[in-house]
Nanobody
Framework: QVQVVESGGGRVQPGGSLIVSCAAS????????IEWFRQAPGKKREWVGG???????DVVNAMKGRFTVSRVIGNNTVFLKMDNLKPEDATVYYC?????????WGRGTQVTVSS
């Protein structure tokens, strides 16, 4: 079993930056992926970006240049740094840990973008 906990959400002004974190703990194998999603009310959950255990990161094209995924090696914590935030970025951000055929989701962290 793996536990996934997101943190770091909050309110930021348009054009500002925010870093949200995802911490995975429990029975973690040597090969996994940690991914970020977001879901606005009434919309489908969309993939934002992610990182594999080998360190390769990726971000959806629409957010490249503004969003960056990184990690702390050794403690299974992944960060999503969001720059130049826009009102349409305001939603709940979720983290998913993928280990073989198993998916573990966190409860999400709310990001609000408003002045």
């Amino acid at each position: 079993q793996v536990q996934v906990v997101e943190s770091g959400g909050g309110r930021v002004q348009p054009g500002g930056s925010l870093i949200v974190s995802c911490a995975a703990s429990g029975s973690i194998s040597s090969r996994y992926e940690i991914e970020w999603f977001r879901q606005a009310p009434g919309k489908k959950r969309e993939w934002v970006g992610g990182i594999g255990s080998g360190g390769i990161t990726d971000v959806v094209n629409a957010m490249k240049g503004r969003f960056t995924v990184s990690r702390v090696i050794g403690n299974n914590t992944v960060f999503l740094k969001m720059d130049n935030l826009k009102p349409e970025d305001a939603t709940v951000y979720y983290c998913r840990f993928v280990d073989g055929h198993n998916n573990y989701w966190g409860r999400g962290t709310q990001v609000t973008v408003s002045s």
